[in-house]
C-alpha cells in the first residue's frame, strides 16, 4: 500500500510539473529564454528553494534514462538537476547533447545556461560532427553558435589525421577547428608541428598562420601563411616559404605544389639549390614549374643558372631553361656522342655501392636547354647565343643561332659552337660554319688580329686560350709588335689550315699549313679597313661583363 500510494503521489507531481512547464509562459519566468523541457525521467523530486531558484532532481535507472529538451536541442543523462525559473541544468554520468542532429557531445558532468543556449563540460569530453571527434576533459559549447572551445589540452582525431593542442576552437557551421599552442598534426604521410592551425574536418583542409614545420621522411617545409588539402596532398604557401628536400632547398615567395602528381610552381624570386655541391646546379627565377615524378624543370621571368664548380662558377641566363633526365630525352631524340673516347668520362667504377651508383647516375642524368637570348658567364668564359643544350654526361655547352664566345681578349663565332668543359673549366672549343675568332692587337688600337675558317678549334689550358686551328678556306690576318710593343706590319695569308699558339692569351706562333698564299703591309702602306675579313664585326658590347651583367636586358 505504501508504494502504491508513493508511486501515485509521484505521477502527480510530475504531472504538475509537466502542466506547469506546458503552461508557463516566459513572461512567468525570472530568466527569459527557451524552456527546457522534461521529456522523460523514472525518479522525481522538488525543492523551491527561493523566488528565482526552483530545483527539480531528475534521475533514472540506467544510462541516458533522463531527457529533456530546448528546441532542436536534446539532452541526455543519468540524473540531472533542473532551475526551471533559472532556465538552467547540471547534469551527471553519461551526458549527451543532440544539437539538432548535427553535433554530437558527450561528458560525464554538464552545465547548461538556457538563457544563452551554453554548455560546459566536464571530464572525458567528446565532440563530434559526424566527420571528426574531439576529445579533451573542458569544453565550453555555445549552441546557438555551434562554437566549442577547450583551453586545457585537446585532441581531434579525423580518421587517420590527429590534431592535438593546448586550445582549441571548434566551429559547427563550417566545420572548422582552430588550434592554438603547441599543436602537432601527424598523418600517414605528413606531420605538422606549429602554434596555430586552423583544420576543416569537412575538406580536410589544414590552414597555416603563423610560422608552421610541415614534414616526412625525405621533405621538411618551412612556412608561415598557406594552406595544404591532407585529403589531396595539395598545398599553397606564402610569405616565402622554404622546401627542404633531401637533395634541394627550393624557396619561394608563393608555392603550389601537388604531391599526388608531382607538379609544383614556385613564384616570386623562386630559388632552387642542389645539395650536391661538387656536380649540383641552382636555379634562380620569378616563375619555376617542377615536375617531380620525371624530374623536370622549367624556368621563365629571368631564369639565372648556377652550375657550381668552386670559385668559377658558370652562370646561365635566357628567356626559359629547361632541365630534365637525359635518359628520358634520349628516348625520344638522338643527341650525338661528340665526345672521343679518350675525353669522355670514365664509366662509374664497379667499388662504388649500388646507392653511391644510383647517385652518380641521377648527378649525370640531366641536361639542360635554354631558348632565346642566352647569356652565359664565368670568369674565364663568356657567351651568347639564341639557344642552348647542355648535357651533364658530357658536360658540353652546345650554342646555337649566331653564338658568339669570349675568352680573356678574344672572340669567337660561327653558326654552331660546341664548349667542352673538364671540371667545369674550358677544355675546348669547337665552332662551325662562318667560323671566325677575333682579338684586338693590342689595348690601345682598333686593330684586329683575325681569323676566318670552316671550322674553327681551340684548346685551353687553365681557363686560358692555349691553342686555335681553322679549318677550310682558312684566313689570316696578323699585326706583328715587336720587343717594345710598336707594331711592326701586318699580315694577311690564306691557307688549308692556319694554326695559332697563345702564351698569356696573346698569339705567340703561327703556322700556315698547305696552299699558303699572302701579304705583308707596312702599318702606314695600307687601307686597314679593307684587310678586315668578310662579315667582321667586333661585339664586344653584347658580351656579358659579370655574372649581373647576363640578366641585364632580359
Known sequence: MIRTVTWFTFLILLST?????????????????????????????????????????????????????????????????????QNMLEAFGN????????????????????????????????????????????????????????????????????????????????????????VHLVDPDTKVNTDTLQYNTNTKI???????????????????????DMKNKRGTLHQR???????????????VFDDSTGLSEFSGNAVYRSKDTAEGYDLVANNIKTNKKKSAMIATQKPLLLIKQGKDSIFVSADTLYTAKLSDLLKTRKIPNIRDTSSAKKPIKDTLSAKEREKEDSTHDKF?????????????????????????????????????AWAKDNQISGDTIYLYLQNKKPERLLVFENAMALSKADSSSNFYNQMKGTIIRAEFVDGQINFMQAKGNAEN????????????GVNK????????????????????????????????????????LKNFKWQDERRPKSKYDILANQ
Open 477 to 488: 690576318v696578323y699585326y706583328g709588335l715587336d720587343e717594345a710593343k710598336h707594331f711592326t
Open 368 to 404: 639542360i636547354e635554354a631558348f632565346y637570348h642566352v647569356k652565359i658567364y664565368s670568369d674565364s668564359l663568356q657567351a651568347v647565343g639564341d639557344s642552348l643544350f647542355y648535357s651533364m654526361q658530357d658536360s658540353v655547352f652546345r650554342l646555337f643561332k649566331e653564338p658568339i
Open 206 to 228: 589544414a590552414t597555416f598562420t603563423c610560422p608552421s614545420l610541415i614534414y616526412n621522411e625525405s621533405r621538411i617545409i618551412h612556412t608561415k601563411d598557406g594552406f595544404f
Open 95 to 182: 551526458v549527451h547533447i543532440n544539437d539538432a542532429d548535427s553535433v554530437h557531445t558527450y561528458s560525464q558532468y554538464l552545465k547548461y545556461l538556457g538563457k544563452e543556449k551554453k554548455a560546459y563540460l566536464k571530464t572525458k569530453v567528446k565532440l563530434t560532427d559526424g566527420k571528426g571527434v574531439l576529445t579533451t576533459d573542458d569544453l565550453d559549447y555555445d549552441v546557438t553558435l555551434k562554437i566549442g572551445v577547450y583551453r586545457n589540452g585537446g585532441k581531434l582525431v579525423d580518421k587517420k589525421t590527429v590534431l592535438t593542442s593546448q586550445e582549441g576552437y571548434y566551429y559547427g557551421d563550417t566545420k572548422d577547428v582552430i588550434f592554438k599552442h603547441n
Open 17 to 85: 510539473v509537466n502542466n506547469s512547464f506546458a503552461q508557463r509562459n516566459p513572461v512567468d519566468t525570472v530568466v527569459p529564454g527557451k524552456q527546457i523541457d522534461i521529456i522523460r525521467a523514472l525518479r522525481y523530486s522538488a525543492v523551491k528553494v527561493d523566488s528565482v531558484t526552483n530545483l527539480i532532481s531528475l534521475a533514472g535507472d540506467k544510462s541516458g534514462d533522463v531527457v529533456l529538451k530546448q528546441e532542436n536541442t536534446w539532452i541526455y543523462a543519468d540524473s540531472i538537476v533542473l532551475n526551471s525559473l
Open 241 to 255: 616559404s622554404l622546401i627542404d628536400d633531401s637533395t634541394y632547398t627550393f624557396t619561394a615567395d608563393d608555392m
Open 493 to 532: 695569308s690564306e691557307a688549308e689550315m692556319i694554326d695559332i699558339e697563345f702564351e698569356d692569351n696573346k698569339p705567340r706562333k703561327i703556322v700556315w699549313r698547305n696552299n699558303l698564299t699572302g701579304d705583308a703591309y707596312p702599318m702606314r702602306q695600307v687601307n686597314h679597313e679593307e684587310l678586315k
